[in-house]
T-cell receptor, first 117, second 113 residues
Framework: AQKITQTQPGMFVQEKEAVTLDCTYD???????LFWYKQPSSGEMIFLIY??????QNATEGRYSLNFQKARKSANLVISASQLGDSAMYFC??????????????FGRGTSLIVHP | DAGVTQSPTHLIKTRGQHVTLRCSPI?????VSWYQQVLGQGPQFIFQ???????GRGNFPDRFSARQFPNYSSELNVNALLLGDSALYLC????????????FGPGTRLTVT
């Protein structure tokens, strides 16, 4: 079974500064994927970034980067140059690599990020 | 292109009733997954369908069932509703096998009284 832990219920950051959202995971699967999603107050989950367990380099997508430390089972999300629109819930998730079908993420409890002007 | 659509947006039901939630995936996507998100928690996986076949089932009672139609749209059915079924139900679509990118719909907010 997979387990995702997000220890920060809430985070505050000043506009234009960088922020790191923590995520640790536990799994016995040798091949897996790590994900981050954003959920604004509207409720819709927005895919941000993906990291495969065998990927050598940290994933980056625009202002988002995933700091992947496999030995520590850590997959922190770094948001650079925060914007007011980044205020939302952020969920870390992981899934074993599928043998058929799509990935099925197990989600953490989320971190609420508030960006101050 | 239209994103994932879900209907209805909101729903209020009484304990013991039955509910059907609907989802239309992004055009060309063949895989649909359903999630339940209780307030204050992350989404929990309920079902995944690909090419009309069930490819995964989460830890939910048999009161929950789903199906996928030839046009890849999907229904989630919940029988004998309990107060604890009150949640946001999210549908996600992806292009198919091995796909890691899922696109979520706006969800259906179900309230059971």
């Amino acid at each position: 079974a997979q387990k995702i832990t997000q220890t920060q219920p809430g985070m505050f950051v000043q506009e234009k500064e960088a922020v790191t959202l923590d995520c640790t995971y536990d799994t016995s699967d040798p091949s897996y994927g790590l994900f981050w999603y954003k959920q604004p107050s509207s409720g819709e989950m927005i895919f941000l970034i993906y990291q495969g367990s065998y990927d050598q380099q940290n994933a980056t997508e625009g202002r988002y980067s995933l700091n992947f430390q496999k030995a520590r089972k850590s997959a922190n999300l770094v948001i650079s140059a925060s914007q007011l629109g980044d205020s939302a819930m952020y969920f870390c998730a992981m899934s074993p690599a599928p043998s058929g079908g799509s990935y099925i993420p197990t989600f953490g409890r989320g971190t609420s990020l508030i960006v101050h002007p | 292109d239209a994103g994932v659509t879900q209907s209805p947006t909101h729903l209020i039901k009484t304990r013991g009733q039955h509910v059907t939630l609907r989802c239309s995936p992004i055009s060309g996507h063949k895989s649909v997954s359903w999630y339940q998100q209780v307030l204050g928690q992350g989404p929990q996986f309920i079902f995944q369908y690909y090419e009309k076949e069930e490819r995964g089932r989460g830890n939910f009672p048999d009161r929950f069932s789903a199906r996928q139609f030839p046009n890849y749209s999907s229904e989630l059915n919940v029988n004998a509703l309990l107060l604890g079924d009150s949640a946001l139900y999210l549908c996600a679509s992806s292009s198919g096998t091995q796909s890691y990118e899922q696109y979520f719909g706006p969800g259906t907010r179900l309230t059971v009284t």
